[in-house]
Nanobody, 121 residues
Framework: QVQLVESGGGLVQPGGSLILSCAAS????????MVWYRQAPGKERGSVAI???????TYRDSEKGRFTISRDNAKNAVYLQMSSLKLEDTAVYYC???????????????WGQGTQVTVSS
């Protein structure tokens, strides 16, 4: 059973920093895109940052220059380094990965359970 587990969330003051981690485990042959999403109360879930299998990164405009996404293929992990955090960054952050469990498998998307990030003074 493939699982994605996020960690690193918590309470941080405005202007502070956090690093989120997400590790995929289980029968995994290859991982393509890895994405960080977030969902604030009363709002839809939306992507924050994407890193493709070849390492290409894309960010939402409001996060450019503040967030950095990276991955460690040997650990099947993706990270989100967040700095200059704002009140509006408060949300549950989810990781998502498109992967194959075997060489002949179709690529399938998996979600983590989410980790809460609260920015508050």
């Amino acid at each position: 059973q493939v699982q994605l587990v996020e960690s690193g969330g918590g309470l941080v003051q405005p202007g502070g920093s956090l690093i989120l981690s997400c590790a995929a485990s289980g029968p995994i042959f290859s991982i393509n895109d890895m994405v960080w999403y977030r969902q604030a109360p009363g709002k839809e879930r939306g992507s924050v940052a994407i890193i493709t299998g070849d390492g290409t990164t894309t960010y939402r405009d409001s996060e450019k220059g503040r967030f950095t996404i990276s991955r460690d293929n040997a650990k099947n992990a993706v990270y989100l380094q967040m700095s200059s955090l704002k009140l509006e960054d408060t949300a549950v952050y989810y990781c998502y990965a498109r992967l194959k469990r075997t060489p002949s498998d179709y690529e399938t998307g998996y979600w983590g359970q989410g980790t809460q990030v609260t920015v508050s003074s």
